[in-house]
């Protein structure tokens, strides 16, 4: 049930004084070997001393993207490259990725967090885990393989695409645990469908699924339709890669390890950190990294931070499911809008398939959201009426759940693209 019970199950009393140690020590470290921490800390007339407490990290300096670019490549490193067993960079949509790079001790500190991951959601030893997360310079396929191998499970290396072979795999090789982005695992569940392949037939009792955002609803989707249980797992290569956060069987929020991070949530305007519960933007503070020690990092990403004891026993606070990138929200005509909203809205309708696409315009000084959403095969030749209807039952629930208007298009079954890794939802044709 845990991996490494002491630590998952702590005292939060203790918990906490292992933060304030482990926070102290880092912050030493920064500000006497990487200059841009120390020019951050004089510019705000701050010494490593000043951290006597945990809410003085409320003090410190935020870290952005930014930084990480202005660095590039190793500007934010913290040891000599010889010290350095792998790098990492996370992709990025314009201009230079963002490297991160791992010393020995933070490749095993990964390996025990993606062990405890994959404990969490139910995996064991005896496990066989079909990782279909990318392997290369994206952080998902190695960094749940080394926590596959720590926990002594098989890991199957396939990564990410081909899908004939996913499946034929998951038959032959009997794989019991599943792990891509969700919406790979929707078009895995789509293409086992076409095959006449029953999901039952196969061994896949869990999947991990991350990476990306998605909503309740498309949980419940893909567990009825893969007829598994199905985890969500959070991470960023920023701070470390997959496993940052963990659902557990509870499957209602993800608990935050801890003794390696310490989360805070922030009014992304005025900076400030919020009371447990508000919902804003998550910030990161690494305290054991070494590679790369990152200071109260600004992910972009919503969330609440949920301070309710969990039922499972874990000590760590748990997270709510991400909502959505500060960056991805679309603001249309005022109203903030994350694509997951407009995901659970289609799910709850029920007849159109879990794959769609927001295309934003504007015309003249007006923003116009398009929805483009699939048929299923079965509708797809119904009656134009029940078509309109439909069309309609969208609009209407859509104005009044979020409260904008927007173009409901219906399109032909498998006519949106599919995706591999990460998914690409929204056509934002304002910045072209
Ligand atoms: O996506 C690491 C990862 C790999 C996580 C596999 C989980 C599974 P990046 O490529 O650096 O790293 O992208 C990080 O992806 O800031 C979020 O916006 C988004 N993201 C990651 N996990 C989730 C999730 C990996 N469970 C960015 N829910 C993050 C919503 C997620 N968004």
Redesign the pocket.
């Given at each position: 049930m845990y991996w490494n019970k002491s630590y998952e199950c702590m005292p939060r009393e203790k918990l906490q004084e292992l933060q304030l140690e482990r926070l102290k020590r880092m912050v030493n470290r920064i500000y006497h070997d990487v200059p841009f921490y120390r020019n951050k800390f004089q510019e705000k007339g701050l010494l490593p001393e000043d951290v006597k407490s945990l809410e003085d990290l409320q003090k410190l300096p935020f870290t952005t993207k930014v930084d990480l670019r202005d660095n590039y490549p190793y500007g934010l490193f913290t040891v000599p490259l010889e010290q350095i067993v792998r790098i990492h960079a996370?992709?990025g949509t314009t201009g230079k990725p963002t490297v991160v790079g791992y010393t020995r001790n933070d490749i095993s500190m990964w390996s025990e967090l993606m062990a405890r991951c994959l404990v969490a959601a139910g995996a064991g030893p005896h496990s066989v885990i079909q990782n279909a997360?990318g392997y290369g310079l994206?952080?998902?396929g190695l960094?749940?393989h080394y926590g596959a191998e720590r926990l002594g499970a098989s890991i199957i290396p396939i990564s990410g695409g081909n899908t004939a072979k996913q499946i034929m795999i998951m038959q032959d090789f009997g794989s019991t645990v599943l792990t891509c982005t969700p919406s790979y695992a929707i078009y895995l569940a789509e293409v086992l469908a076409e095959a006449g392949i029953d999901p039952a037939s196969l061994k896949i009792q869990a999947g991990i699924f991350?990476?990306?955002?998605?909503s309740e609803n498309i949980r419940k989707d893909i567990e009825k339709k893969l007829k598994i249980k199905a985890y969500?797992?959070?991470?960023?290569?920023?701070i470390m890669?997959?496993g940052v956060a963990i659902e557990c069987e509870c499957q209602d929020g993800l608990h935050v390890w801890e003794d390696h991070f310490i989360p805070e949530i922030i009014d992304p305007v005025t900076l400030k950190v919020l009371p447990y519960g508000q919902q804003g933007e998550l910030v990161i503070t690494t305290i054991t990294k070494e590679g790369i020690p990152i200071l109260r990092y600004r992910?972009?990403?919503i969330t609440t931070i949920k301070p309710e004891p969990c039922a499972c026993g874990r000590t760590h606070l748990r997270i709510s499911?991400?909502q959505g990138?500060t960056d991805d929200m679309l603001i249309i005509r005022g109203v903030n809008v994350f694509p997951t909203q407009i995901e659970s809205v289609l799910l709850e309708i029920g007849e159109v398939e879990p794959h769609y696409q927001l295309v934003v315009r504007r015309d003249g000084s007006l923003d116009t959201l398009e929805i483009k959403v699939e048929l299923s095969e079965a509708l797809f030749s119904d009656r134009i009426s029940n078509l309109e209807n439909l069309e309609k039952r969208i609009r209407d629930r859509i104005q009044s759940t979020i409260g904008i208007s927007a173009k409901v298009a219906l399109v032909e079954p498998k006519s949106l693209p599919r995706s591999e890794g990460?998914s690409q939802r929204v056509v934002d044709l304002r910045k072209i």
């Amino acid at each position: 049930m845990y991996w490494n019970k002491s630590y998952e199950c702590m005292p939060r009393e203790k918990l906490q004084e292992l933060q304030l140690e482990r926070l102290k020590r880092m912050v030493n470290r920064i500000y006497h070997d990487v200059p841009f921490y120390r020019n951050k800390f004089q510019e705000k007339g701050l010494l490593p001393e000043d951290v006597k407490s945990l809410e003085d990290l409320q003090k410190l300096p935020f870290t952005t993207k930014v930084d990480l670019r202005d660095n590039y490549p190793y500007g934010l490193f913290t040891v000599p490259l010889e010290q350095i067993v792998r790098i990492h960079a996370s992709s990025g949509t314009t201009g230079k990725p963002t490297v991160v790079g791992y010393t020995r001790n933070d490749i095993s500190m990964w390996s025990e967090l993606m062990a405890r991951c994959l404990v969490a959601a139910g995996a064991g030893p005896h496990s066989v885990i079909q990782n279909a997360y990318g392997y290369g310079l994206f952080t998902g396929g190695l960094g749940v393989h080394y926590g596959a191998e720590r926990l002594g499970a098989s890991i199957i290396p396939i990564s990410g695409g081909n899908t004939a072979k996913q499946i034929m795999i998951m038959q032959d090789f009997g794989s019991t645990v599943l792990t891509c982005t969700p919406s790979y695992a929707i078009y895995l569940a789509e293409v086992l469908a076409e095959a006449g392949i029953d999901p039952a037939s196969l061994k896949i009792q869990a999947g991990i699924f991350g990476a990306e955002p998605w909503s309740e609803n498309i949980r419940k989707d893909i567990e009825k339709k893969l007829k598994i249980k199905a985890y969500d797992i959070y991470g960023l290569s920023e701070i470390m890669g997959p496993g940052v956060a963990i659902e557990c069987e509870c499957q209602d929020g993800l608990h935050v390890w801890e003794d390696h991070f310490i989360p805070e949530i922030i009014d992304p305007v005025t900076l400030k950190v919020l009371p447990y519960g508000q919902q804003g933007e998550l910030v990161i503070t690494t305290i054991t990294k070494e590679g790369i020690p990152i200071l109260r990092y600004r992910t972009r990403d919503i969330t609440t931070i949920k301070p309710e004891p969990c039922a499972c026993g874990r000590t760590h606070l748990r997270i709510s499911r991400l909502q959505g990138r500060t960056d991805d929200m679309l603001i249309i005509r005022g109203v903030n809008v994350f694509p997951t909203q407009i995901e659970s809205v289609l799910l709850e309708i029920g007849e159109v398939e879990p794959h769609y696409q927001l295309v934003v315009r504007r015309d003249g000084s007006l923003d116009t959201l398009e929805i483009k959403v699939e048929l299923s095969e079965a509708l797809f030749s119904d009656r134009i009426s029940n078509l309109e209807n439909l069309e309609k039952r969208i609009r209407d629930r859509i104005q009044s759940t979020i409260g904008i208007s927007a173009k409901v298009a219906l399109v032909e079954p498998k006519s949106l693209p599919r995706s591999e890794g990460k998914s690409q939802r929204v056509v934002d044709l304002r910045k072209i």
